[in-house]
């Protein structure tokens, strides 16, 4: 059994359609890119502070496409480079003599404002889509 559609106004329905796409990703590359820096700003709060170097260089970004990355994606960078060493900690180290040289805990910041931001950022970024949906069924 074979079902056969038939579209009135294909063509005004493919426009939409082709439409549709750059409308939803620049939506999408907005909503992207505020929950980014609305996680860095959480970071924030949670970065121990020594000389705040750490909690300075932290910044919402737009990553670019790359052959590798096809899409633009946004992303909470903190550019210190003992940023990573912070958040995950370090095992115990030793000299060639094996005295201790000592360890250091981790420090979780940025995972952490992460979790907490999830649900927010995804309730945008739905919402971005449902916007750029609505924008396109109108014209």
Same mark, same amino acid.
């Given at each position: 059994?074979?079902? $056969?559609?038939?579209?009135?106004?294909?063509? $005004?329905? @493919?426009?939409?359609?082709?439409?549709?796409?750059?409308?939803?990703?620049?939506?999408?590359?907005?909503?992207?890119?505020? &929950?980014?820096?609305?996680?860095?700003?959480?970071?924030?709060?949670?970065?121990?502070?020594?000389?705040?170097?750490?909690?300075?260089? &932290? @910044?919402?970004?737009?990553?670019?496409?790359?052959?590798?990355?096809?899409?633009?994606?946004?992303?909470?960078?903190?550019?210190?480079?003992? @940023?990573?060493?912070?958040?995950? &900690?370090?095992?115990?180290?030793?000299?060639?003599?094996? %005295?201790?040289?000592?360890?250091?805990?981790?420090?979780?910041?940025?995972?952490?404002?992460?979790?907490?931001?999830?649900?927010?950022? %995804?309730?945008?970024?739905?919402?971005?889509?449902?916007?750029?949906?609505?924008?396109?069924?109108?014209?």
């Amino acid at each position: 059994m074979s079902v $056969r559609v038939r579209y009135a106004r294909k063509e $005004r329905l @493919a426009r939409k359609l082709h439409a549709l796409a750059p409308q939803a990703e620049r939506e999408l590359t907005e909503a992207a890119l505020k &929950g980014a820096r609305e996680v860095v700003d959480a970071a924030k709060k949670f970065v121990p502070v020594r000389d705040g170097v750490l909690r300075d260089s &932290g @910044a919402g970004v737009l990553l670019p496409e790359t052959a590798q990355r096809q899409r633009v994606v946004a992303a909470a960078v903190f550019r210190a480079p003992h @940023a990573h060493l912070v958040e995950f &900690g370090t095992a115990e180290r030793f000299h060639k003599s094996g %005295k201790s040289v000592g360890s250091a805990p981790a420090q979780p910041f940025l995972f952490p404002a992460y979790r907490i931001m999830k649900r927010r950022i %995804k309730g945008r970024m739905s919402r971005a889509i449902t916007k750029s949906l609505k924008a396109v069924a109108r014209a």
